[in-house]
């Protein structure tokens, strides 16, 4: 099976001619646009939700979690490839969440924890390993070709001024919305989401309140791939799934979180739906082969021109 | 006894901070342990609430040895520390910062924090700013406040006094007595060795990570070799 082209959701806009053309009618523009908008916002929802887990697990730990993406693929493999063994659809995603937290909570018991005062960098080379090992093992378990999902309401287009868009798209922006309220509200109203929040403010003061700090990195892990994972389940049927999808998802995830100011979520996913849309836009509008550069070009820029993110970074320390 | 360290060394890499260090509070009382720069004091405290570890030695609370337990295991027994430098959570208001205190214990902390405003009214109007926003002596009732919203069985300060303007100072070590009066254990540790020992009931001088003299507050004040060390008399 030929899967489409890897991320590039939704279906060709409806006409490719007028566009650019200076007699281009404006009609068509604007839908062209609104086809690019709505593609952008569906990836970038993915992104957001990635950005988030980056963010959480920086927060707890100090730690940039590349094995982030590859929460997403377990996500998105375990969703197509259970359903086609006959799981139901709910039942197979709460299994790739399980085991992407799994997946989460062992990497930071048996990797992070035990490098506890190694630097940032051994860190990341940590977790860089850890991805390489769970793709892996994820091409010894479903192989390498790409796996398909059925969408969850159909796939017959809803028209809007000219623009389809997929029900998949709905469902994956809607999914990612419900979590991001639901992870907001856990920070900001319970007292387990503000001892999270705290252990990244001032860890020593987090411990002299009793907050347990190596749960705190454990429950930041597993929040982060189940994030992940769900995401990874409900974007698959617009993109497939595949063992190497995570490489790339788990890169423009850590572009959004930069982007955002590193640690913080909200920047975060606003990150996420800015590289999602740019990268859509200059896809449509320039050509898909630009469409991975895109979100090297902002994270360059952001480096070097604003390296705390749209929206300051967040410290580990106090103030 | 509510505390007794015996033979607690601690040492950071190589440096060895405290040298088989000898102490008790008893229930109630109002230790002080006074000792200049970089005595130890701080890393004594440390090894007390187990963000650091000993290399040897025990502590034991109640009678029970804690010394291999956890920070949070200990602040679940009741040892509670007012950090050095205050150590708020910054962006977090002042209410959520005293909400965390009451972490371990759970439940509704509510009427907890109303017994806080009441202590000091200031933090009421100043519940919901970020608590990084607020003056030193003020920040120093929030950190003190969030120790107490988890009813300490001992409450550790080091050095409350410290950045505050004189006025200030004064006002920090009046809230430290009259916690003792309301019954609650402390043990203060201060390089304001006058105003700590003044207001103690037993003191102790530590000098390079070890325990030199330890009397009670008024014998140590009187005591010439504290006159000439700390009191620059
Ligand atoms: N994290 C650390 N790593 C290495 N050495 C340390 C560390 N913290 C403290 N020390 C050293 O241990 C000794 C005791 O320090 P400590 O902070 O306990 O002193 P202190 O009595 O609290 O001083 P101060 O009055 O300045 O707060 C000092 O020599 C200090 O340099
Ligand atoms: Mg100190």
Redesign the interface.
């Given at each position: 099976m030929k899967p489409a082209k890897f991320l590039a959701p939704s279906p060709q806009p409806l006409s490719r001619e007028g566009r650019g053309a200076l007699s281009g009618d404006a009609i068509t523009m604007g839908a062209d646009f609104l086809q690019f908008l709505v593609s952008g916002i569906t990836v970038g929802a993915i992104y957001a939700l990635a950005g988030l887990g980056f963010a959480i697990i920086y927060n707890a730990s100090t730690v940039i979690n590349f094995a982030q993406g590859e929460f997403i693929m377990i996500g998105g493999m375990s969703a197509s490839t259970l359903t086609a063994a006959g799981v139901p659809l709910p039942l197979a995603i709460l299994a790739g969440c399980a085991v992407a937290m799994l997946g989460g909570v062992l990497l930071a018991k048996f990797a992070i924890e035990k490098a506890r005062n190694a630097s940032v960098v051994t860190l990341i080379i940590i977790t860089i390993g850890a991805s390489i090992f769970l793709r892996g093992l994820a091409e010894v378990v479903w192989g390498k070709e790409f796996h398909q999902l059925a969408s969850f309401s159909g796939d017959t287009p809803i028209l809007l001024l000219g623009a389809a868009i997929l029900p998949q798209s709905l469902w994956v922006v809607g999914v990612a919305l419900v979590l991001i309220l639901v992870i907001g509200f856990f920070f900001t109203r319970t007292?387990a989401g503000?001892?999270m929040?705290?252990t990244s403010?001032?860890r020593?003061?987090?411990?002299?309140?009793?907050?347990?700090v190596r749960k705190v990195v454990l429950a930041a892990f597993a929040l982060s791939a189940a994030l992940g994972a769900v995401g990874g389940a409900v974007v698959t049927p617009i993109t497939f799934s595949s063992s190497e999808m995570g490489i790339m998802l788990g890169l423009k995830g850590f572009t959004a979180a930069v982007l955002g100011g590193l640690g913080n979520g909200l920047g975060a996913v606003v990150g996420g739906l800015i590289v999602g849309i740019a990268e859509a836009l200059s896809a449509g509008y320039l050509s898909s082969a630009y469409k991975d550069a895109v979100a090297f070009v902002i994270i360059l820029l952001v480096l070097v021109f604003m390296p705390n993110g749209l929206f300051g970074k967040r410290g580990t320390e106090?103030? | 006894m509510l505390l007794e360290i015996s033979g607690i060394n601690t040492h950071y890499g190589r440096i060895h901070a405290l040298k088989s260090v000898d102490l008790v509070v008893n229930e109630g009382e109002l230790v002080a342990l006074v000792g200049a720069n970089g005595a130890g004091k701080t890393t004594l405290l440390r090894t007390l609430?187990g963000?650091q570890n000993a290399t040897s030695g025990t502590i034991k609370f109640e009678g029970v040895d804690i010394t291999r337990m956890?920070?949070?295991q200990r602040?679940?027994e009741g040892i509670?520390?007012v950090?050095e430098g205050r150590?708020?959570?910054?962006?977090?208001s002042v209410e959520?910062n005293l909400?965390?205190?009451a972490?371990?214990r759970g439940g509704k902390p509510n009427d907890d924090i109303e017994r806080m405003y009441a202590s000091f009214p200031i933090l009421k109007q100043k519940r919901h700013q970020?608590a990084?926003t607020l003056s030193g002596g003020q920040q120093q009732m929030v950190a003190i406040a969030?120790?107490l919203m988890?009813h300490p069985r001992l409450l550790l300060l080091d050095e409350p006094s410290m950045g505050l303007a004189p006025l200030l100072v004064g006002e920090i070590f009046n809230a430290v007595q009259g916690l003792k009066q309301q019954g609650t254990t402390i043990f203060l540790v201060e390089q304001n060795a006058y105003a700590a020992l003044a207001i103690a009931d037993r003191g102790y001088v530590l000098e390079t990570g070890e325990v030199t003299l330890h009397d009670t507050g008024e014998a140590l004040l009187a005591s010439d070799r504290v006159k000439q060390a700390y009191l620059g008399l």
């Amino acid at each position: 099976m030929k899967p489409a082209k890897f991320l590039a959701p939704s279906p060709q806009p409806l006409s490719r001619e007028g566009r650019g053309a200076l007699s281009g009618d404006a009609i068509t523009m604007g839908a062209d646009f609104l086809q690019f908008l709505v593609s952008g916002i569906t990836v970038g929802a993915i992104y957001a939700l990635a950005g988030l887990g980056f963010a959480i697990i920086y927060n707890a730990s100090t730690v940039i979690n590349f094995a982030q993406g590859e929460f997403i693929m377990i996500g998105g493999m375990s969703a197509s490839t259970l359903t086609a063994a006959g799981v139901p659809l709910p039942l197979a995603i709460l299994a790739g969440c399980a085991v992407a937290m799994l997946g989460g909570v062992l990497l930071a018991k048996f990797a992070i924890e035990k490098a506890r005062n190694a630097s940032v960098v051994t860190l990341i080379i940590i977790t860089i390993g850890a991805s390489i090992f769970l793709r892996g093992l994820a091409e010894v378990v479903w192989g390498k070709e790409f796996h398909q999902l059925a969408s969850f309401s159909g796939d017959t287009p809803i028209l809007l001024l000219g623009a389809a868009i997929l029900p998949q798209s709905l469902w994956v922006v809607g999914v990612a919305l419900v979590l991001i309220l639901v992870i907001g509200f856990f920070f900001t109203r319970t007292l387990a989401g503000k001892a999270m929040l705290a252990t990244s403010y001032n860890r020593l003061a987090a411990q002299l309140v009793g907050v347990n700090v190596r749960k705190v990195v454990l429950a930041a892990f597993a929040l982060s791939a189940a994030l992940g994972a769900v995401g990874g389940a409900v974007v698959t049927p617009i993109t497939f799934s595949s063992s190497e999808m995570g490489i790339m998802l788990g890169l423009k995830g850590f572009t959004a979180a930069v982007l955002g100011g590193l640690g913080n979520g909200l920047g975060a996913v606003v990150g996420g739906l800015i590289v999602g849309i740019a990268e859509a836009l200059s896809a449509g509008y320039l050509s898909s082969a630009y469409k991975d550069a895109v979100a090297f070009v902002i994270i360059l820029l952001v480096l070097v021109f604003m390296p705390n993110g749209l929206f300051g970074k967040r410290g580990t320390e106090r103030v | 006894m509510l505390l007794e360290i015996s033979g607690i060394n601690t040492h950071y890499g190589r440096i060895h901070a405290l040298k088989s260090v000898d102490l008790v509070v008893n229930e109630g009382e109002l230790v002080a342990l006074v000792g200049a720069n970089g005595a130890g004091k701080t890393t004594l405290l440390r090894t007390l609430s187990g963000v650091q570890n000993a290399t040897s030695g025990t502590i034991k609370f109640e009678g029970v040895d804690i010394t291999r337990m956890t920070p949070h295991q200990r602040v679940a027994e009741g040892i509670l520390q007012v950090p050095e430098g205050r150590q708020l959570f910054g962006p977090l208001s002042v209410e959520d910062n005293l909400r965390l205190g009451a972490y371990r214990r759970g439940g509704k902390p509510n009427d907890d924090i109303e017994r806080m405003y009441a202590s000091f009214p200031i933090l009421k109007q100043k519940r919901h700013q970020p608590a990084g926003t607020l003056s030193g002596g003020q920040q120093q009732m929030v950190a003190i406040a969030r120790a107490l919203m988890a009813h300490p069985r001992l409450l550790l300060l080091d050095e409350p006094s410290m950045g505050l303007a004189p006025l200030l100072v004064g006002e920090i070590f009046n809230a430290v007595q009259g916690l003792k009066q309301q019954g609650t254990t402390i043990f203060l540790v201060e390089q304001n060795a006058y105003a700590a020992l003044a207001i103690a009931d037993r003191g102790y001088v530590l000098e390079t990570g070890e325990v030199t003299l330890h009397d009670t507050g008024e014998a140590l004040l009187a005591s010439d070799r504290v006159k000439q060390a700390y009191l620059g008399l």
